[in-house]
């Protein structure tokens, strides 16, 4: 499977996320969580952590009645805000600050 296949994959696995577990009120919200997930997917990739997909994740929420799905996504995320490709050149996160 290419990188390109396996990405198309899991952007369609988050778009069935949203909408089987996803409360969210406007569109904005939704593409706010896609670009975490892909700054989180780029980040995994550069680091090659092949261990960490959303599949492996969401197999994890949809077995385990307490597992912390939310804790899991916001660690990779806040680890993917150091990556120099989310920073400005002044530094700063391409991000929100009040991204949690």
Known sequence: MTALTAFYQQLDEIREAFHK??????SNSKLDELS???????DVLQKDKKA???????????K??????????????KEALNNSLFKLSNNKSIFSESWD
Do not use: R, S, W
Not at 64 to 77: D, M, Q, R, S, T
């Open 21 to 26: 577990y996803g409360h969210f009120n406007d």
């Open 36 to 42: 975490k997930f892909l700054a989180i997917y780029i």
């Open 52 to 62: 960490i997909t959303l599949h492996k994740i969401l197999d994890n929420y949809k």
């Open 64 to 77: 385990e009645k307490n597992f912390p799905l939310v804790e899991i996504l916001k660690g990779l995320f």
